[in-house]
């Protein structure tokens, strides 16, 4: 099973820009679906971010659309999160989770967090003047 490993949040101004990565050791997230998702504090977990396993499929939070960007690069078995134009509304945990390798349909999107079986352990992102 992949252990994911996020990394590249931090504190930034707002209209700034943060690039989030998810790396898998142990196993791969080639013919995953995969998603991000984030908490702010004394908020529930909510979706950012999914893509289908084959790729053909990717949704955006309303909150999120066009300003961040989910891609994937399997030579490096990594997810990557750009982030523009940051706002303070963005901050919170960021986790990048997991399907089990060619599990569910291949161009379906899964936005909730229990249809997510592997999860990192998260990165803080802060959006602050």
């Known amino acids: 099973q992949p252990r994911l490993v996020e990394s590249g949040g931090g504190f930034v101004q707002p209209g700034g820009s943060l690039r989030l990565s998810c790396a898998a050791s142990?196993?791969?997230?080639?013919?995953?679906?995969i998603g991000w998702f984030r908490q702010a504090p004394g908020k529930e977990r909510e979706v950012v971010s999914c893509i289908s396993r084959t790729g053909a499929s990717t949704n955006y939070a309303d909150s999120v659309k066009g300003r961040f960007t989910m891609s994937r690069d399997n030579a490096k078995n990594t997810m990557y999160l750009q982030m523009n134009s940051l706002k303070p509304e963005d901050t919170g945990v960021y986790y990048c989770?997991?399907?089990?390798?060619?599990?569910?349909?291949?161009?379906?999107?899964?936005?909730?967090?229990?249809?997510?079986?592997?999860w990192g352990q998260g990165t803080q992102v802060t959006v602050s003047s």
């Open positions: 989770a997991a399907q089990p390798q060619f599990a569910g349909s291949g161009y379906v999107c899964y936005q909730k967090d229990v249809e997510y079986d592997y």
């Open positions: 142990d196993g791969t997230l080639d013919g995953r679906a």
